[in-house]
């Protein structure tokens, strides 16, 4: 036995098979029995897959438990068939080549083994079948029948099932016990592992916060969503989009925690349930990428039998220590989403989700892509803003607004909270009841903010007048936020300024802060050289200062103002409400980072690197952030903010913290730029004034040079045309003292670093100088332009053609030239450039001998296809080294579009065989394409 379970061992097969499964559909010239034995151990999969849910549903104690067990001795069935899976991986070939990404395999076994193979398989496939008959008898007579085969091939193999026939009577206690321990052990271990998988995937907590919000509902509330012709008519399948705006403080959010708590109860094994909370705060984090891969962690979560997408992905690329690309977590997220009967995803607030660089419509779009291919059931929630409602158009709509019962049962709720004069008189409260539900106008948050509003309100008489000023109308919400901060500034002068420094920090904070985070930024006072351990303000202090305007989520530990509106509240009053917010913020982050337990410099090690970053709570957020809260106020703390720019250990630091992701390995926490300077964090951040005085004669004596490299090979030049920083870049550029084109590690200029992110006036100003090499190649073999044209900056692929000191038709080190590049991307208006130039060679074929119509086929880029073959200067029916056409690899992809355009032509070759005999129509239906099946007829 190898100690585990059967189910175990059943889940460890299943995984073989699915890697054998794979190999043999990429079999080259594969004859019969390769066919034969793919067949065959597809058809033992899906059996494997029955029994195994059999066995985690049945009771340990049953007869037919006991005899399925069986199936996992030593040298029995289950080790039998594993051992002919490791011997058709054993004799695989890789031939040489081939496709980037498509193995091709030999086939190498002898007739005779195929049929030892076969026969293993075919004795498993039969007593799996019997034991999902549930006849505990015919089963134990089949496993004996089975080994008494084994007895009479092996004498070695006879005296072990001897022994296990014999025994198999007495051992079921044993067996169980050992079992229940073995699965127990193993499956912890399993968890423990997908656990870090999850992790590295994605390290947002979604749930936590759907639990935050889910325990703060009035028991109740929110039936109404639930019992809508609307909710209900989406839930049943008659419309796979649900769209439900509201105005500002309607209860979006808790309604949509509401739909998927209920979502939650409905959930089967087979129906899956992500969400998504956008979030103001979170906006430099919430992209297309990271959203997608939040889903996709979270249907893996609750299915650990499909995580093979992800468990790929993590093996290849933590092995490399890079990170999955976009395309690769969609086509993983499309898998696992196909491998549910449906699946429920739910977008919270997508009007707080950044629409810079299309993140919100390109986010919109990928899930509709989603839904087309698989059954995906999608609600979103927003504000009504015109430019979101107009992408809903064609789809039901549900409109949240408070309830009037719901808000009855909130404030009814509250009573208990309220002062005793309105607790111990029922008129009273009746009044506070019936008045709140009547002014909020739909807007639960202001029922919220009402309730908050008699918390000191300890007369009869003052909560009358409080009930005659409540109002309604659209400046409501500003007013009751006017009120609160009324009641702040009526307070005791140290709960009056803790107050106002506690909305400030939350209020110009760059992302959401814990409650610890903030509690050590609130014990900081500029001048100290390290923490006050007796400076520290209790959580539940903070909170009961703020009038209702801050809460903490228990969950997450994050502390907040109670609503977006409350965020652009005060942004609209903070200069004026706490004019020393800006300079206080800046100052304590500086103060922070420049302690004297920093000055040792970077940990040397990830043990220390993590005891650093646990026990100084706050590095993490001033080493990231304190740029941006410098930058108002640079001149003010210029002399703080040198102090520490010009201590190297410091800057080391800072350094080693901002240059850490989220993905942790062995030694990761070496993994930034040693002889980082001072001057190469100003140009990071794009403090200008900052990197002018590190330049200035008065701070000679840091020996910052201006054109230093750290260990990376970048300079303070580089680093500022990398993240678009066009002043610093003059300044630099105005001292005469930088080599503009000088490279990195990787051979990458700070004119190709820019023309990579986009920065159209970075390139234009080092263009401006005659100091580059346009056309400098990277270690890639990859130019500017090249680089430009992969990521669809159409701005700076123009001003790269106007210098005519390009290679239009230039090749990287896999022979592709920036035409094939834009065109695998989908960038039309790129393509369209380069073709405009008539310096292309429009049909050129890479490495893997593909044309760039061929790519734009395989990845459904229509417009691009169609610019293509508007030229007349591409072979339509061109074949890869695969023999793979335009056609058939569109076909493979179920790009139907594409398809017709092809067709279209009527230069195709509609019956055309790739390397292993399929046609164009063979694939779509392998593939279950419909569409294309029906275009190819």
């Known amino acids: 036995m190898d100690g585990l379970s059967a189910a175990a061992s059943i889940i460890a097969v299943l995984q073989l098979t699915g890697e054998v499964i794979g190999y043999l559909n990429n079999v080259k010239d594969a004859p019969k029995e390769c066919q034969q034995c793919t067949i065959e151990a597809s058809n033992i999969q899906n059996l494997l897959i029955n029994l195994r849910y059999r066995l985690e549903q049945g009771q340990a104690d049953h007869p037919w438990f006991t005899a399925v067990r069986a199936l996992n001795i030593e040298n029995g069935p289950l080790d039998q068939y594993k051992q002919a899976l490791e011997q058709l991986l054993s004799q695989v070939e890789i031939q040489d080549g081939v496709q980037k990404v498509k193995r091709r395999l030999l086939w190498k076994f002898r007739k005779e083994e195929v049929i030892s193979i076969l026969a293993r398989i075919e004795r498993l496939k039969s007593l799996v079948n019997i034991a999902l008959e549930m006849d505990h008898f015919k089963l134990s007579e089949a496993i004996k029948a089975h080994l008494q085969i084994l007895q009479n091939a092996d004498q070695a193999i006879k005296a072990d099932t001897t022994f296990l026939r014999d025994a198999l009577p007495n051992l079921q206690t044993d067996v169980l016990t050992i079992r229940d321990t073995q699965h127990l052990q193993w499956a912890g271990q399993q968890l423990q592992q997908l656990q870090v998988i999850l992790d590295w995937l994605s390290p947002t907590d979604f749930p936590a916060q759907q639990h935050d919000i889910i325990c703060r509902r009035q028991e109740g509330t929110g039936q109404w969503l639930l019992d809508s012709p609307e909710f209900k008519g989406w839930l049943q399948g008659a419309h796979k989009t649900l769209f439900c705006p509201g105005i500002p403080g309607a209860g979006k959010t808790m309604m949509a925690a509401i739909a998927i708590n209920h979502l939650g109860t409905l959930a089967q094994a087979d129906v899956g349930l992500a969400y998504v909370f956008c979030n103001y705060k979170s906006q430099v984090d919430q992209n297309l990428y990271s959203l997608l891969s939040a889903l996709l962690k979270q249907l893996v979560q609750s299915r650990a039998d499909i995580a093979i997408p992800v468990t790929r992905l993590y093996d290849h690329h933590s092995k490399q220590k890079s990170r999955p690309s976009l395309d690769e977590i969609f086509t993983a997220l499309l898998t696992v989403c196909s491998n549910h009967a449906r699946v429920y995803i739910v977008m919270d607030a997508l009007d707080e989700c950044t629409d810079q660089d299309s993140t919100r419509s390109q986010l919109i779009e990928k899930l509709r892509e989603l839904q087309m291919g698989t059954n995906v059931w999608l609600l979103f929630t927003s504000r009504l803003i015109p430019e979101i409602t107009e992408k809903f158009r064609s789809d039901p709509v549900l409109e949240v607004r408070a309830s009037e019962e719901d808000v009855k049962r909130f404030v009814a709720g509250q009573i208990p909270r309220l002062p005793r004069c309105i607790r ?133 530990n994050v502390i907040r103002l109670v609503h977006y509106t409350t965020q652009e509240y005060f942004e609209s009053i903070r200069l004026e409400w706490n004019p020393g917010a800006l300079e206080e913020i800046a100052s304590i982050c500086l103060t922070y980072l420049a302690f004297d337990t920093f000055r040792s410099g970077s940990c040397r090690s990830d043990e220390d690197f993590e005891e650093r970053v646990g026990k100084s709570i706050f590095l993490d957020y001033a080493a990231r952030h304190w740029a941006e809260h410098v930058r108002p106020v640079e001149a003010t703390v210029s002399e703080l903010a040198l102090a520490f720019l010009q201590d190297d250990a410091l800057v080391l630091c800072s350094t080693q913290i901002i240059s850490m992701g989220d993905y942790k390995y062995q030694g990761y926490s070496q993994r930034f730029p040693q002889a980082t300077t001072g001057l190469h964090l100003s140009a990071r951040f794009g403090l200008v004034l900052l990197s002018r005085m590190l330049l200035t004669v008065d701070c000679k004596e840091s020996l910052i040079e201006v054109d230093s490299k750290d260990e990376w090979g970048q300079t303070p030049l580089w680093i500022a045309a990398e993240n678009g920083h066009e002043a610093v870049v003059e300044l630099l550029v105005e001292t005469g003292q930088v080599e503009v084109d000088s490279k990195d590690e990787w051979g990458q200029t700070p004119l190709r670093i820019a023309a990579e992110n986009g920065h159209e006036a970075v390139v234009k100003l080092l263009l401006e100088t005659s100091q580059v090499e346009v056309d400098l190649k990277d270690m890639g073999g990859r130019t500017p332009l090249w680089i430009a044209a992969e990521n669809g900056h159409e701005a700076i692929v123009k001003l790269l053609l106007e210098t005519s000191q390009v290679e239009v038709d230039s090749k990287d080190k896999d022979s592709r030239t920036p035409l094939s590049i834009a065109a695998e991307n989908g960038h039309e208006a790129v393509v369209k450039l380069l073709l405009e130039t008539g310096q292309v060679e429009v049909d050129s074929k890479d490495e893997w001998d593909q044309t760039p119509l061929l790519i734009a086929a395989e990845n459904g880029h229509e417009a691009v296809v169609k610019l293509l073959l508007e030229t007349g200067q591409v072979e339509v029916d061109s074949k890869d080294k695969d023999s793979q056409t335009p056609l058939s690899i569109a076909a493979e992809n179920g790009h139907e579009a594409v398809v017709k355009l092809l067709l279209e032509t009527g230069q195709v070759e509609v019956d055309s065989k790739d390397e292993w005999g399929q046609t164009p129509l063979s694939i779509a239906a392998r593939n279950g394409h419909e569409a294309v099946i029906k275009l190819l007829r």
Not at 463 to 478: I, P
Not at 482 to 507: N, Y
């Open 424 to 556: 111990r008189d029922d008129e009273l409260t009746r009044a506070v009841q019936s008045k709140i539900v009547k002014a909020i106008d739909g807007m639960f948050l202001l029922a919220r903010l009402y309730v908050d509003s008699f918390l000191d309100k300890r007369t009869k008489q003052k909560v009358l007048s409080t009930l005659e000023k409540l109002s309604n109308g659209t400046a409501t919400l500003d007013k009751a936020y006017s009120d609160a901060i009324e009641r702040i500034d009526g307070q005791l002068a140290e709960d009056r300024s803790l107050a106002r420094r506690t909305i400030s920090w939350i209020s110009y904070a760059q992302r959401p802060l814990i409650t610890q985070e903030l509690c050590h930024a609130l014990a900081i006072v500029p001048g100290d050289r390290a923490l006050n351990d007796d400076n520290f303000y209790d959580v539940e202090d903070i909170i009961s200062v703020c009038a209702g305007l801050v809460t903490v989520d228990e969950e997450s």
